[in-house]
Structures are given as C-alpha cells and as structure tokens.
C-alpha cells in the first residue's frame, strides 16, 4: 500500500510551496496528514485537490505515518523530528537541526541519493537553500574535473527569511516606491524605511546586506558555515576549501551565487557548458552575446539549477567562474525534500 505522509509545518512559506509539489507531483503517497504549531490547527489547506483540516502538532499525528517531513525552526525539528522517528516514520528535515549529525545523511537525490538508505536515526536531512541552490551544478563538475576549492558570493532572497522576511520586504518597497530622491544621499533610505528592519539587519528595499544568519567565530555568518561545511558534506571532500560570503538582496524568492571553482586538472569552457547542461536538474543558459544569463525574475517557480556566465578563469587554467540561480523554496528547500521522500518512498514499497 502507498505510505501515508505527515507534513510538518504546512502553514509556513516552504509548506506552502510543498503542498503545490504535492499537488503536482506523480502521487507516490497515501493519506497525507497536514500538520502545524497549535495556532494553525483548524485551517483549511488544500492538497492534491482536497481540502484538508491542519492539525496540531502532538505525538499521536505519527501514528501510523511513514514518512514525516519537517519544514519546522531548528527547536521544533530537535525535539519532533525524533519523536516522529520513534513512532516509526522517516523524518526528512528541512532545518539545521541535525545536518552536520554524523548519523544523520544530508541528501540531494541529484549527487547523493545513496546516502538516503543509511539513516541510523530515522532522520534525513535537507540542506540550507544556499548550499541548495548551487550543489547540483557543483556535483556534476567535480564528477568531472575534481573539485577543490570554492569561492563564492551569494545574492539572496528575502523568503530565505520565511514568510517575514517576504513581508518585510513589500512592506519596506511600499515605504521607498516611487520616491525618485530616494537612494541620492545616505540615510535617506534608512530614514524612509523607519525601524521596521524584520528579520534583516539593515533595510533591504533598494540595498544590499552583507548579513544572513547569526555571527559565529572570528566573523563568519552561520549561513557561511553552512554553506561550508554542508558543501564537503554532500559532496563527500571533508577537507574542500570553501570561503563564503552570504549577501542578501531585495528579491522576493530565488537565490543567485556566483562561484569561483578551482578544480584538479584545467577545464575547458565549451566542455564544462557540456557538462552542466547533460546533467540532471541543471539547466544552461550561457549566450551572452544574445543577453541569455539566469536571473532570479527568470527562475522564481521552476525546479531546475540554472547556470550561466561559464568562463575558464583569465588567471588558473584549472578553475572556472560562473553564476547560477536557483529558486530557494522549490529547489532550496520544499522540492529537495519531496524528492528526498520520495526515494524512502520508493524504498518501502519496493
Ligand atoms: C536564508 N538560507 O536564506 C537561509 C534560510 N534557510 O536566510
């Protein structure tokens, strides 16, 4: 029989993009159970077109569940995640809880599907939108030319934040919209904008933040750490060299890197274009000539990686500069998940 599904955190800005997934994806699952904090319980959500009640966030909702997916603050997943586990579904994680746990596999289907099987916790865990939104494409190069080093800068969305930070955003737009002396002389954004930062550390209407996450050792971000040490993780390179600088910009959903990537042997443009554009969930659009690059206005919605801007780098025969975009809540977070509970589910009925 197909296995029934808990989705935790149904309410939030990721649940939301997952019970569209759910809606569209071939329907691998039987019941499906819509699950939230205490002060969503009671609403109506729709998936796979049927209107379902949410409920509240207790230990008898995984009786009987399978797989339990958690798009849950980093608290709720280390205390649920495991009691979904013991009431035996297999959780898949979409917070920072337990990622780096040596027990527990970090999976994207894409470079480490095999991972998935061996989860001694019951719990697998999703990566952070950033690391997300370029592991794929990186994958498929070190197959190729063996990575060994990543330099990157990330330009990311406001909904990394969650639905507050997508508010916040509108909010602080509506303050700045159509004041053409804005952004002239400095502070006058700021002053426009008020005290009303959200979840950002500087207004992020017509600016740009050098900030995601909180401060950890010697002024590294946790979302640089994350990016770091998530990286060597998934792609199996304990000791790859990665330096991060995680920015955020004033767009809505879907997050852009560009990436300095040095690998073992030289690389050529034309057959690194090959290569990401034959592997699977990346899409190439290189043709500046014609004015062809990803941007996030372009991406927001669809699943793929999209990857343009492929140079050889003018200074290091073995290393490449590129920029790609992906959509942070599909690619970034709901649809990695699904994809990742869609192998355990393949797995329990096979
Ligand atoms: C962000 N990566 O974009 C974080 C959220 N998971 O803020």
Request: aromatic fraction near 4%.
């Amino acid at each position: 029989s197909k296995p029934t599904l808990a989705v935790v955190g149904a309410t939030g800005a990721v649940g939301s993009v997952m019970l569209e997934l759910l809606s569209t994806r071939e329907d691998v699952y039987g019941e499906i159970r819509l699950v939230a904090s205490p002060r969503s319980a009671g609403k109506k959500l729709t998936v796979r077109g049927e209107q379902l009640e949410v409920l509240a966030l207790a230990p008898e909702v995984f009786e009987g569940v399978d797989i339990a997916m958690f798009d849950t603050p980093d608290e709720v997943s280390k205390q649920w995640a495991p009691i979904a586990a013991e009431h035996g579904a297999v959780a898949v994680d979409n917070s920072g809880a337990f990622r780096m746990d040596p027990d527990v596999p970090l999976v994207v289907p894409e470079v480490n599907a095999e991972a998935a099987r061996n989860r001694p916790k019951g719990i697998i865990s999703n990566p952070n939108c950033t690391t997300l939104s370029m592991i794929v494409a990186m994958g498929a190069l070190h197959r190729r030319y063996g990575l060994r080093e990543l330099v990157v800068a990330s330009y990311q969305a406001a909904s990394g934040a969650g639905q507050a930070g997508i508010d916040t955003l509108y909010d602080q737009l509506e303050k700045v919209g159509g004041n053409r002396e804005l952004g002239v002389r400095a502070g006058d954004v700021r002053r426009a904008i008020g005290d009303d930062l959200g979840p950002f550390p500087a207004p992020l209407a017509m600016n740009v933040v050098p900030w995601a996450g909180s401060l950890k050792e010697d002024g590294w971000t946790s979302e640089e750490m994350k990016v770091r040490n998530e990286s060597r993780k998934i792609l199996g390179l304990p000791n790859l060299r990665v330096s991060a600088t995680c920015v955020r910009v004033p767009v809505v959903t879907t997050h852009s890197l560009a990436v300095h990537a040095v690998f073992d042997q030289p690389v050529d443009q034309r057959e690194a274009q090959e290569v990401l554009a034959a592997a699977p969930g990346v899409v190439l659009v290189d043709d500046p000539a014609a004015g062809e690059f990803p941007t996030p206005a372009d991406v927001v919605g669809t699943d793929p990686t999209w990857v343009g801007r492929v140079r050889r780098s003018l200074d290091d025969p073995n290393a490449l500069d590129l920029f790609l975009c992906g959509d942070n809540l599909r690619k970034g977070a709901a649809l990695n998940t699904a994809q990742i509970a869609e192998l355990v589910a393949a797995e329990l009925t096979s």
